[in-house]
């Protein structure tokens, strides 16, 4: 972090991270990085994909964009058996033709 030129007040200023501290970023971010940098964290969840939160090294939490969040909590609301999965197909009314075609088959020699 560099100092803010201003001295009428104390800011800081974020400087440009090297390419070691994106490539680190991209897998984990400490809590306390996460909280001081959240818009960043939040863009690279919509841009870059989840991105990992720790809190003293260890796991912590996924922040990722909603998209994905629906994708993969979509998959987790399947039907619980059977019954259920065809009660719920779009399929459910359409009129299906159960006849059978009473062809016998081709003859074979053996």
């Known amino acids: 972090m560099a100092k803010c030129s201003n001295k009428k007040h104390k800011c800081a200023v974020a ?6 501290e994106l ?7 400490q ?8 818009s960043e964290m939040f863009r ?3 841009l870059e ?5 720790t809190r003293q090294g260890k796991d912590g939490v996924v922040m990722s964009a909603e998209g994905q969040y629906e994708r993969l909590v979509g998959k987790s609301h399947q ?6 999965f065809f ?3 779009p399929f459910v009314g359409v009129d299906l ?10 003859d074979i020699e053996l």
């Open 87 to 89: 009660r719920q197909s």
């Open 97 to 106: 033709d159960w006849e059978r075609d009473r062809d016998p088959g081709r």
């Open 79 to 84: 039907p619980k058996n059977l019954v259920e």
């Open 44 to 46: 690279r969840a919509r």
């Open 15 to 20: 400087s440009t991270p090297s390419r070691h």
């Open 49 to 53: 994909g989840p991105q990992r939160i």
């Open 23 to 29: 490539q680190a970023s991209r897998e984990f971010w």
């Open 31 to 38: 809590i306390q990085s996460a909280k001081a940098r959240f």
